[in-house]
Structure formats: structure tokens, C-alpha cells
């Protein structure tokens, strides 16, 4: 008998404050219309000083716990994705692990940037259909806020903070039909967030501690690369663009995932857009917007649903599953 992975509970949380093109453009010389015109964002959630990726993945966890009935005790697995961990070390799935209060099953972070949670859907995936688990807790956190220059008005206006969490469950009824993941490390240069503690002679020596990115060259690979994940995911599967009910990608910029929907010459009405509110919430932003789309109905059992991200690395992913 198939053992497939099935999304048994979705959660989210976004911190109270939020920040508009308007606040930001006291600060910096921007505007709300150019921001809206060149990215589609309006605003963006950014976390309260007490708020951290773990307390905030706390939240969206619980939810995603009780939206699939399951004790936190009943886990077998949490990954956690995030490129702002509360610590270097341990991970911040281990502090996930003590904030719900379970002991023993293993726990352990991806970092992969905004394509953090495809990966740690991929990985999770690949562990209950090997049998190796069968109830997994996955999370995409990010207080991105602390990485950003604020003085800079080509990346501050992207940015946001949040957390989504979908609680993964072994089953014969079909879920995860096929995960796909990659990398080039070749653009390293063009996306990057600098470690002050560990850069050494020889590994640029960069003392900035906020993203450095080169957004027009990131634009374009990310829309040529996403284009050509697209095919590979519904050719694996056998599957026709008019097959995928919805599509939930990364969040990054209006006008990639335009490209993207077009790309599957499907409606937007059938893609889950949430980057108008939220910005870039990096790692969080495909769990927070399926979450989204569950919670208001928009997204129903038995619809097959093609998520997809794009981000630092470049690492890049997609999942394709029955709802
Ligand atoms: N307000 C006004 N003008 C601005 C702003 C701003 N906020 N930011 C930049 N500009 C100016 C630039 O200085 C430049 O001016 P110049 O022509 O006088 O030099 C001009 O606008 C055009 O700049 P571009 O960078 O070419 O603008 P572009 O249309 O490419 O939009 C953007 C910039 C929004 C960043 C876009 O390139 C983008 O979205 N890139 C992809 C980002 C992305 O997907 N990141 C991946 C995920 S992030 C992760 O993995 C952590």
C-alpha cells in the first residue's frame, strides 16, 4: 500500500505592528506608488522586541497541532526553516521542541532562505514515505526585521516577519505527490545575509550585519528558473497545467508571481497572493499564505495544489500535493 505524506493541520501567525509604504517612505526616499508598482506590497507585519522566530513558530505550530487534533506529544519529527534563528546554536526547532513541551523526537533546522519550508516539506516528505515517520511538525519562521537596513530603499521596503506551520501525516489517501529541490551556489553573491561571528580571512571579511542583494539580477533568474520548475514538477507527476487548482508561491514580488501563474496559464483568482500585506516573510511566506487559503476557504480538500519558491543560495523548490 502507497504512504503518502498528507497535510493534516495548517497555522500561521503575524506579529500586531504593522508598517506601510507610507511609514517607510519618511525614512528613506521612496514612495507608495513606486513600491506598489515595482512589487505589489503595501504593508508588512514586523515583530515586537520580545517577539523571536522561535515564540513566533510556537504559535503558528500550536495551531497547525490543533487544526490536525494531534498532541504535541504525538511528533516523531520538527523541522524548523528560518535564516533568523534565535541562536546560532542550538537550533531553533530545539527551542520550538522545549516551547511545546516535548522531549526526545528529533529536531532540526533548514536553512535554505525564502525556499527554507519547500525544503523542509521535501525532507519531511521523504522521511514518512520511507516509513520512517508519520506525524511531522513543519515550520517556516523568520524575523527578517533584524536583517534589514533600514537605510537601504531597495531592500527595506521588501521585508517582513512571520510564521507558518503545516502538520504533515502518514496516510494511503494521496497527499505530497513529488518534491523538487536545487541549488546553485554559483550566485551566492547576488542574495546574501553576512555572519559577522564566523567570517574569516578568505570568506569575505563582510562586517555588515543586514541582506545585501542585487534585486534586478535576482528578478531575473528567479522568474527563468521558476518557469522551468513548473514543467519539471507536472511532467514528473504526468500532470497538465489545467490539472493544478491552485498555486501558493513564495512571496517575494507581485510581478514574479504573475509570471509564475502565467507561466500555468492560470486566473490569479487561483493563486494565493498574500504579499500585498505581508512583504517578503522569507521561509514563512508559502506556509502563511496556504494557511490563509485553508482558513477562508479558499483552498479545499481534493484540490491539487503547486507550491513553489525561489531565494538566496540560489536555492530554489516546488511541491506538488492533494489537499
Ligand atoms: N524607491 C524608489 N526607488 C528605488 C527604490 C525604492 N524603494 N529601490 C530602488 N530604487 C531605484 C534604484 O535606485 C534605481 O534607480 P536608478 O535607476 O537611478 O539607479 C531604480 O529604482 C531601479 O532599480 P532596480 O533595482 O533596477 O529596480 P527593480 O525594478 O529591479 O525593482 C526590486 C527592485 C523590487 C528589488 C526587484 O528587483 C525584485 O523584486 N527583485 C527580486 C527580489 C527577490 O525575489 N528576492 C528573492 C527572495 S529574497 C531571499 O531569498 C531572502
Same mark, same amino acid.
Not at 521612496?30 to 505589489?40: F, H, M, N, P
Not at 527551542?95 to 516535548?102: D, K
Not at 477562508?296 to 495544489?305: P, S
Given at each position: 500500500?502507497?504512504?503518502?505524506?498528507?497535510?493534516?493541520?495548517?497555522?500561521?501567525?503575524?506579529p500586531?505592528?504593522?508598517?506601510?509604504?507610507?511609514?517607510?517612505?519618511?525614512?528613506?526616499?521612496?514612495?507608495?506608488?513606486?513600491?506598489?508598482?515595482?512589487?505589489?506590497?503595501?504593508?508588512?507585519?514586523?515583530?515586537?522586541?520580545?517577539?523571536?522566530?522561535?515564540?513566533?513558530?510556537?504559535?503558528?505550530? !500550536?495551531?497547525?497541532?490543533?487544526?490536525?487534533?494531534?498532541?504535541?506529544?504525538?511528533?516523531?519529527?520538527?523541522?524548523l526553516? #528560518?535564516?533568523?534563528?534565535? !541562536?546560532?546554536?542550538?537550533?531553533?526547532?530545539c527551542?520550538? +521542541?522545549?516551547?511545546?513541551?516535548?522531549r526526545?523526537?528529533?529536531?532540526?533546522?533548514?536553512?535554505?532562505?525564502?525556499?527554507?519550508?519547500?525544503?523542509?516539506?521535501?525532507?519531511?516528505? =521523504?522521511?514518512?514515505?520511507?516509513?520512517?515517520? $508519520?506525524?511531522?511538525?513543519?515550520?517556516? #519562521?523568520?524575523?527578517?526585521?533584524?536583517s534589514?537596513?533600514w537605510?537601504?530603499?531597495s531592500t527595506?521596503?521588501?521585508?517582513?516577519?512571520?510564521?507558518?506551520?503545516?502538520?504533515?501525516?502518514?496516510?494511503?489517501?494521496?497527499?505530497?505527490?513529488?518534491? %523538487?529541490?536545487? $541549488?546553485?551556489? %554559483?550566485?551566492?553573491?547576488?542574495?546574501?545575509?553576512? &555572519?559577522?561571528?564566523?567570517?574569516?580571512?578568505?570568506?569575505?571579511?563582510?562586517? $555588515?550585519?543586514?541582506?545585501?542583494?542585487?534585486?534586478?539580477?535576482?528578478?531575473?533568474?528567479?522568474? &527563468?528558473?521558476?518557469?522551468?520548475?513548473?514543467?519539471?514538477?507536472?511532467?514528473? &507527476?504526468?500532470? +497538465?497545467?489545467?490539472?493544478?487548482?491552485?498555486?501558493?508561491?513564495? +512571496?517575494?514580488?507581485?510581478?514574479?508571481?504573475?509570471?509564475?501563474a502565467?507561466?500555468l496559464?492560470l486566473?490569479?483568482?487561483?493563486?494565493v497572493?498574500?504579499?500585498?500585506? =505581508?512583504?517578503?516573510?522569507?521561509?514563512a511566506?508559502?506556509?502563511?499564505?496556504?494557511?490563509?487559503?485553508?482558513r477562508?476557504?479558499?483552498?479545499?480538500?481534493?484540490?491539487?495544489?503547486l507550491?513553489?519558491?525561489?531565494?538566496?543560495?540560489?536555492?530554489?523548490?516546488?511541491?506538488?500535493?492533494?489537499?
Open positions: 500500500m502507497s504512504r503518502y505524506s498528507r497535510i493534516a493541520g495548517t497555522g500561521g501567525y503575524l500586531k505592528q504593522v508598517v506601510t509604504n507610507d511609514d517607510l517612505a519618511k525614512r528613506v526616499e521612496t514612495s507608495d506608488d513606486w513600491i506598489i508598482e515595482r512589487t505589489g506590497i503595501r504593508r508588512r507585519h514586523i515583530a515586537a522586541p520580545e517577539e523571536t522566530a522561535s515564540s513566533m513558530a510556537e504559535i503558528a505550530a !500550536r495551531q497547525a497541532l490543533e487544526a490536525a487534533a494531534m498532541d504535541p506529544g504525538a511528533l516523531d519529527l520538527i523541522i526553516a #528560518t535564516s533568523s534563528p534565535d !541562536r546560532v546554536f542550538p537550533s531553533t526547532a527551542l520550538l +521542541q522545549q516551547r511545546l513541551g516535548v526526545s523526537c528529533a529536531a532540526f533546522d533548514v536553512q535554505a532562505a525564502c525556499s527554507g519550508f519547500i525544503f523542509a516539506l521535501s525532507i519531511a516528505d =521523504q522521511y514518512i514515505s520511507a516509513g520512517n515517520a $508519520s506525524r511531522v511538525l513543519v515550520v517556516g #519562521t523568520e524575523v527578517n526585521s533584524r534589514v537596513d537605510d537601504d530603499r527595506c521596503i521588501l521585508f517582513g516577519d512571520g510564521a507558518g506551520a503545516v502538520v504533515l501525516e502518514a496516510s494511503s489517501e494521496l497527499g505530497i505527490m513529488s518534491t %523538487h529541490i536545487h $541549488s546553485d551556489g %554559483h550566485y551566492q553573491d547576488l542574495l546574501y545575509l553576512p &555572519n559577522p561571528a564566523s567570517n574569516g580571512e578568505g570568506s569575505g571579511n563582510d562586517e $555588515s550585519r543586514t541582506i545585501r542583494m542585487q534585486g534586478s539580477e535576482v528578478f531575473k533568474v528567479a522568474v &527563468n528558473t521558476l518557469g522551468r520548475i513548473v514543467d519539471e514538477t507536472l511532467e514528473q &507527476n504526468g500532470l +497538465q497545467k489545467s490539472d493544478v487548482d491552485w498555486l501558493v508561491p513564495h +512571496q517575494a514580488n507581485i510581478r514574479i508571481i504573475t509570471a509564475t502565467k507561466k496559464q486566473p490569479m483568482e487561483r493563486v497572493v498574500t504579499v500585498d500585506e =505581508q512583504g517578503n516573510t522569507s521561509s511566506s508559502i506556509p502563511l499564505a496556504f494557511d490563509e487559503a485553508v477562508d476557504g479558499r483552498i479545499k480538500r481534493g484540490q491539487t495544489v507550491m513553489e519558491a525561489f531565494g538566496g543560495g540560489f536555492a530554489w523548490g516546488s511541491a506538488l500535493l492533494r489537499y
